[in-house]
């Protein structure tokens, strides 16, 4: 499977940036998929993610703590697309925003099976 993401940009605090990524080379609905995000100097982190729909099980949608209530992931399954909703952006959320997935997996983590290139967000302040 192939990941792109994109939407990336520069923008205030307090504004909003959505973030999609395109799956394509399989069916979404049977990844997990999510975004993580890495800033300069620091280590790569999870920030959102969906398990896959073949199961159900509570818990499959997740957000970091940082991020709850101001980011909601999402997906599209007819366009086999994955969304980051981003409200109230603060300038700590700047960094490479990755989108990953993971074939049959409940949820997420650095082991991905599959990364898009980064897209850049850079929040000021």
């Known amino acids: 499977v192939q990941l792109q993401a994109s939407g990336g940009g520069s923008v205030q605090a307090g504004e909003s940036l959505r973030l999609s990524c395109s799956v394509s080379?399989?069916?979404?609905?049977?990844?997990?998929v999510g975004w993580f995000r890495q800033a300069p100097g620091k280590e790569r982190e999870k920030v959102a993610c969906?398990?896959?729909?073949?199961?159900?099980?509570?818990?499959?949608?997740w957000h970091a703590e940082p991020v709850k209530g101001r980011f909601t992931i999402s997906t599209d399954s007819a366009k086999n697309m994955v969304y980051l909703q981003m409200n109230s952006l603060k300038p700590e959320d700047s960094g490479v925003y990755y989108c990953?997935?993971?074939?049959?997996?409940?949820?997420?983590?650095?082991?991905?099976?599959?990364w898009g290139k980064g897209t850049q967000v850079t929040v000021s302040s």
């Open positions: 990953a997935a993971d074939y049959l997996a409940l949820g997420c983590d650095n082991n991905m099976d599959s």
């Open positions: 969906i398990g896959n729909s073949v199961a159900i099980y509570d818990g499959r949608i």
């Open positions: 080379g399989a069916s979404l609905d049977n990844y997990a």
